[in-house]
């Protein structure tokens, strides 16, 4: 029983062919828009890479790149595949190629639905990693003399401008990571003494924020240090406090950001999955009926186009079949030729008696 | 006199037609491309309108968009006529239209030369237009309750993260200026009342700077107040710091952005000018080419193609004459009124 059995006549299938050559090259054209979707993902990853502290993030546009040069290349030959298809004397040529290409463009569609699923799935991976990496970027900011952090300083300060966010999960992270280095602290001066005694581990912590936590919309200048002193500064209001530095934490936003980019990526990639997967069809169509129509004999008679040929469960058992039987291809079982011993020889065949008449 | 007197045997007529149908079309696309440009370049320059005092160097991009869209109609006749060239039938049917043609389309380009130079003639005008609006900016910077101003802060913030600048000429225009309003000043202190009283304005200076001049940049946090007193902050000289604020004034940085802005367009619109020069001159020996075949039985002579019949001057003569009629007889025309009157 046939898996979606249609009759195609030689025009349709001339006419399916021509179609399936159009769409084999536009399919080219989403490879290479899935391939810079891949790249500017990986841009974007990029440039906020110091600020995540897992570097296996990549596999995303790793994936979407690979995945688009592979479209690229088994439609360009679709196209040149489907193009011969129309006519019964050129297919022979690309008879036996058919079959494997038919399971290759079915492999290779599966992965970009897998591409698809993977912008969706990795975003807990990415909060992850970008909550640790900023609480050690937060950390190593005071280090702009230490080898392999001193560009963290500028890193996260452009961060918190551009995204408009203050901390990890909001200013008063800054409060607990010592972010003035000790360089430019006075040890000689009693308050500085003070401030590092009265912490357990000797860390000059303040209640004040790097500048770039300023929000622009604030109608009064920038408050920096003694945030949470409302004493401490004329006319320091709730509103006051409210406007004066960004409220949002940069983990939010940057998770904002890049959900954002991923969903709309997500969407395009399951958009063209669905435009591969409908090629695919058409190719299997096309192969099986010209398939066909070289069984029938005639080249200009209807034949019979299907998925599969019997039902689902059935291909999927002589599938396995052939799988099981690929392990055992050093056991002879069918040739006649060869005498295999079995239980019946090994009954001893009675040897008669000759009786020799003597004759004298 | 005649100017440029070329012969045109028949395959390089047909040859100037299809070569000047091609140009045509690219000159569509280039023109195209010039009102483009031109609208980049002003909604460039209305982002930063309110830092500008005057609008005087939208001239140029103005200019540029009705360039553009000139030329477009331009090429447009220009593929058109080209293609009823080679026809002897259907030419004669464009006679009329092609004197005022050229006229209009030589204008047109002279225009668009205009404009590339005016692209670089104003600098002057818009440093100028800068200068009065960054310093009235920095002015109104505390005016944040003032309707009118109360953007003022957010937009000077913005410029100076975005182009890494600080103040008008440079940081030094902060001191001069009371960028911390009286609403946020207590002034039962006495450190405040000091400060007020030794300014003979009454305004509160300060050497310190706002927050949007701090330079990411900088190894150490950004030192905002106090700039130029070396004690107040420690391992701290305030001659030899580069790193801690922008040193760069926001009125050169927004210059020179924007020159670098005119100075590539301008360079595109000149290499335009260029083809769209080409496309007239080949019309016009198009034209005199196949208006010497007009009325002759056998169209494939050779034929002789000129730019102008007369001389230079005596063309723009030619031009300028009925203009100058028309304007001196409404003149008369008004003259004979007020007698009336």
């Known amino acids: 029983m046939a898996v979606g059995k249609l009759t195609f006549t030689k025009a349709e299938r001339e006419k399916l062919a021509e179609v399936l050559w159009l769409l084999n090259w536009i399919s080219v054209l989403t490879g290479a828009i899935l391939i810079s979707l891949g790249v500017f993902l990986k841009v974007e990853i990029q440039k906020w890479q110091e600020v995540m502290s897992d570097q296996g993030i990549l596999y995303v546009p790793n994936t979407l790149i690979t995945t688009g040069l592979a479209a690229c290349c088994i439609n360009f030959l679709g196209g040149k595949i489907c193009l011969d298809c129309a006519d019964t004397n050129k297919f022979l040529r690309w008879k036996l190629v058919m079959m494997p290409y038919v399971i290759c463009t079915f492999f290779f569609t599966s992965c970009v639905l897998a591409g698809a699923l993977m912008c969706y799935s ?3 991976q990415l909060e992850e990693s970008i909550f ?3 609480r050690n970027t937060m950390r190593f900011y005071k280090d702009t003399d230490t080898p392999g952090r001193c560009y963290l300083k500028k890193t996260l300060d452009l961060l918190q401008i551009q995204f408009e966010c203050c901390g990890n999960t909001g200013y008063r992270d800054w409060f607990h990571v010592q972010w003035i280095s000790n360089r430019y602290l006075d040890m000689t001066s009693s308050i500085v003494v003070d401030r590092l005694r009265s912490n357990v581990e000797g860390r000059y ?4 924020v ?3 936590c300023c929000s622009t919309l604030s109608p009064r200048p920038c408050i920096q240090q003694q945030i949470s002193n409302s004493s401490a500064h004329f006319n320091y209001n709730q509103q006051s406090q409210q406007l004066n ?9 940057l998770m904002d950001h890049y959900t954002g980019i991923m969903q709309s990526i997500g969407l395009t990639v399951l958009l063209i999955w669905l435009f591969e997967l409908l090629v695919l069809t058409g190719v299997r169509y096309l192969q099986t009926a010209m398939e066909n ?5 005639d080249p200009d008679s209807e034949s019979d186009g299907w998925i599969l040929e019997n039902s689902l469960a059935e291909t999927a058992r002589s599938n396995f079949n052939i799988i099981k039987n690929l392990g055992k291809c050093y056991q002879i079982d069918d040739d006649p030729n060869i005498n295999v011993p079995t239980a019946s020889a090994e009954q001893e065949v009675p040897s008669r008696g000759v009786h020799i008449p003597v004759t004298s | 006199m005649v100017v440029m007197k070329m012969k045109f045997p028949f395959q390089k007529r047909v040859q100037l037609a299809k070569g000047l149908w091609l140009l ?4 569509t696309v280039a023109g195209a491309l010039t009102f483009s440009l031109g609208c980049i370049l002003k909604t460039e320059l209305l982002r930063r309108a309110e830092v500008m005092d005057n609008s005087n160097i939208h001239v140029v991009p103005n200019t540029l968009m009705i360039v553009g869209l000139a030329s477009l109609g331009i090429n447009y006749f220009a ?7 080679l026809d002897a039938g259907q030419f004669p049917r464009w006679k009329n239209f092609l004197k005022p043609y050229f006229a209009i389309s030589s204008f047109f380009t002279v225009l668009m030369l205009l404009a590339v130079i005016m692209s670089f003639a104003m600098t002057g005008s818009l440093e100028f237009s800068l200068k009065v609006g960054l310093r009235n900016g920095i002015r109104f910077y505390k005016d944040t309750d003032t309707p009118g101003r109360c953007f003022q802060k957010q937009n000077i913030d913005y410029l100076q993260m975005a182009f890494e600048c600080c103040g008008n000429n440079d940081f030094r225009d902060w001191f001069e200026v009371q960028w911390i309003s009286n609403r946020y000043l207590d002034f039962n202190s006495k450190e405040v009342k000091d400060r007020i009283k030794s300014n003979v304005d009454g305004r509160y200076l300060v050497d310190g700077v706002p927050f949007s001049c701090c330079n990411p940049t900088s190894p150490r946090p950004c030192i905002q107040y106090q700039l130029t007193n070396n004690t107040a902050h420690y391992n701290y000289d305030y001659q030899t710091e580069e790193l801690n604020i922008y040193l760069r004034g926001c009125r050169e940085a927004l210059v020179n952005y924007y020159m670098g802005l005119m100075n590539t367009i301008g360079t595109a619109v000149l290499s335009v000018f260029l083809l769209q020069g080409s496309v007239l001159v080949s019309l016009r020996f198009l034209q005199t080419s196949m208006e010497a075949v007009a009325g002759q039985e056998n169209t494939e002579i050779e034929t002789e193609g000129y730019l102008l019949e007369k001389g230079v001057k005596e063309t723009v003569m030619e031009f300028v004459d009925p203009l100058m009629k028309f304007l001196l007889f409404t003149n008369k025309v008004e003259e004979a009124g007020a007698i009336l009157v």
């Open chain 1, 122 to 124: 990795i975003r807990s």
């Open chain 1, 205 to 208: 912590l303040m209640d004040g």
């Open chain 2, 24 to 27: 045509s079309l690219s000159a």
């Open chain 2, 79 to 85: 593929s058109k006529i080209c293609q009823d060239a």
């Open chain 1, 293 to 297: 129509v070289i069984r029938l004999g």
């Open chain 1, 132 to 134: 640790l990496g900023l």
């Open chain 1, 210 to 212: 790097p500048f770039s």
């Open chain 1, 245 to 253: 530095l960004w409220r949002r934490g940069c983990r939010q936003a």
